[in-house]
């Protein structure tokens, strides 16, 4: 659709509220989480703006935008995901929190699969969430030992996420 969003008579006429989705990129913040409220407001179960405005996500998500996407932020995850070591698959700043969700994939011989995790050193400010082996999910315990290619989740403070990097490569 091509018009102003914020023009719900438009969202309207194009049948907005049989949609699955609606995505906003106008180049304007305001606009794009405006007219992501007002699409909500008429049915539409998944809005997705784009915030440039980082000050502006935390009010998007509160006016019940699904998704933000916010280019300097996405570029920073890839920045940041390149200086781990390679073997995170995902990360997750959790901005109320301080903390970050990771999803690493333990490697052959890296310390995380040489001892059960209550022998390891692990660092206080992190804790592992869960672990995926093949097609089965799990919560650790301090008895699980990780395996080469479990996918282990970690939630972690900033300060200790290079201790756990060296713990899987």
């Known amino acids: ?7 719900s008579d438009l969202l309207f006429d194009e ?8 995505v906003a990129l106008t180049g304007r913040d305001e606009t794009n989480v405006l007219t992501c409220v007002v699409a909500k407001k ?7 703006a784009e915030v440039e405005n980082t000050e ?8 019940g935008v ?8 996405i570029t920073a995850d890839k920045i940041y995901r390149f200086t781990l070591g390679g073997k995170a698959r995902f990360v997750k700043y959790m901005r109320s929190t301080n903390a970050e969700v990771i999803e690493y994939t333990a490697e052959q011989g890296s310390a995380i699969t040489k001892k059960a995790l209550k022998d390891i050193s692990f660092p206080s400010g992190a804790i592992i969430g869960g672990v995926i ?3 089965d999910a799990f919560i650790a315990v ?3 030992k990780i395996e080469a290619g479990d996918r282990v989740a970690i939630f972690a403070l900033p300060e200790s996420i290079k201790a756990i990097d060296k713990l899987f490569r």
């Open 1 to 7: 659709m091509n018009g102003d969003g914020r023009n």
């Open 15 to 22: 049948g907005i509220s049989e949609c699955d989705a609606f």
């Open 42 to 48: 008429m049915g539409v179960p998944r809005t997705v």
């Open 56 to 63: 502006y996500i935390r009010l998007a998500e509160e006016m």
């Open 66 to 73: 699904d998704s933000v996407i916010n280019k300097k932020l």
């Open 133 to 135: 082996r093949g097609e």
């Open 142 to 144: 301090g008895e699980t």
